[in-house]
Structures are given as C-alpha cells and as structure tokens.
C-alpha cells in the first residue's frame, strides 16, 4: 500500500465519522461575526444582542476568520442586508425620518440568504476540518498543501473497487449515504 492509499483511506476514515453541521451553533458563529462587522454604526451595536459562542472556548469570537479563511469580505457584505431587513421591520412609529420607504425587506431577505451561502460552504470546511483534527486524521488544509495528493485522491476515489466497496456499505446500512455522490 503506497503513502497516498493509506492517507486516502485515513481522510475517507476520517470524513465518515464526522458528526452532522451544528446549524444552530454556526447560526449563532456568524451572527456574532457579522454584528462585529457594525463598526460603521456603532450606535446600532447595542441593541443586537450577542449569541451564544460556538465554539465556546472560541478565544476570538469576532474576528473574521473562519477556520484558516479570512473572510471579512463576506461578513461585511453579510452586515448590509442585515441593516436593510432591520430598517425595512422597524415599527412605523420608530421611523421618524421615513426610512423604511427606500427599502425592500423581500430584497434584503434574498440578499442576505445569498451571503450566508456563500458563508456556509466555510462552516462546513471549517466543521469537517475541527472534526477530522478531533480524530486526529488529516485535515483538507494538509491535504490541499500535499502537491500529489489531489491527482492520487482522484484516481483512487475513481477507482471501480472503491466505488463498489461504498455502494455495497450503503446498501448494507440501508442508506446512501457515501454512494450518492
């Protein structure tokens, strides 16, 4: 068995046993992100309450990372349309200047949905990435940084026994859960 089989089927290993994506936590991970990013509106800052930290030990809550991506484009871009929703909700009697006319909640909705999958794509690496460090298997940062793993990772992911071996797992297990990919 060669280095890339064996750490192939370390990350396989590895990847099976992550647990499902805490939505609830990464809700909360980037609510507390974003509301960092309110640095322009200050005055805001004090009504949008903090979310519980996820992970709790988390020594930096509001920076802009998101496991080894820094990514204060996205949580900046995350904050307008959170402001636009907020101001398009206020309740008539609190818009004395009449702001809520110039904004359209549906489209602050749509935006905002739009960010925040953009952001979930780094959730999910940087929850897999925790999960396989727990285990300590090889995590896609060490993976990416091996020049040759992709092209071995490749053709053995492709391989007829592999692709075999995982449909027969899935309907031993009644699922699809590996196969379907």
């Given at each position: 068995m060669s280095d890339y089989e064996k750490l192939f089927?370390?990350?396989?290993?590895?990847?099976?046993?992550?647990?499902?994506?805490?939505?609830?936590?990464?809700?909360?991970?980037?609510?507390?992100?974003?509301?960092?990013?309110?640095?322009?509106?200050?005055?805001?800052?004090?009504?949008?309450?903090?979310?519980?930290?996820?992970?709790?030990?988390?020594?930096?809550?509001?920076?802009?990372?998101?496991?080894?991506?820094?990514?204060?484009?996205?949580?900046y871009k995350a904050s307008i349309p959170s402001m636009g929703?907020?101001?398009?909700?206020?309740?008539?009697?609190?818009?004395?200047?009449?702001?809520?006319?110039?904004i359209s909640g549906g489209n602050s909705k749509v935006r905002y949905l739009e960010v925040l999958t953009n952001l979930m794509g780094f959730c999910l690496g940087e929850h897999i990435n925790r999960e396989l460090?727990?285990?300590?298997?090889p995590t896609m940062e060490i993976l990416w940084n091996d020049v040759g793993f992709a092209n071995n990772?490749?053709?053995?992911?492709?391989?007829?026994?592999?692709?075999?071996?995982?449909i027969r797992t899935d309907i031993l297990r009644d699922d699809h859960l590996f196969s379907i990919a």
């Open positions: 089927e370390e990350a396989i290993k590895g990847i099976k046993a992550v647990k499902s994506f805490p939505y609830d936590s990464y809700t909360n991970r980037l609510h507390n992100k974003v509301r960092a990013f309110l640095e322009d509106e200050p005055h805001l800052k004090p009504y949008i309450d903090r979310a519980p930290n996820y992970p709790a030990n988390d020594d930096d809550p509001d920076s802009s990372k998101i496991d080894i991506f820094d990514i204060w484009d996205l949580l929703s907020g101001i398009a909700s206020v309740d008539d009697k609190y818009d004395h200047k009449h702001l809520k006319q110039y460090e727990s285990q300590q298997a990772y490749r053709s053995l992911l492709t391989s007829d026994s592999f692709i075999k071996n995982e």
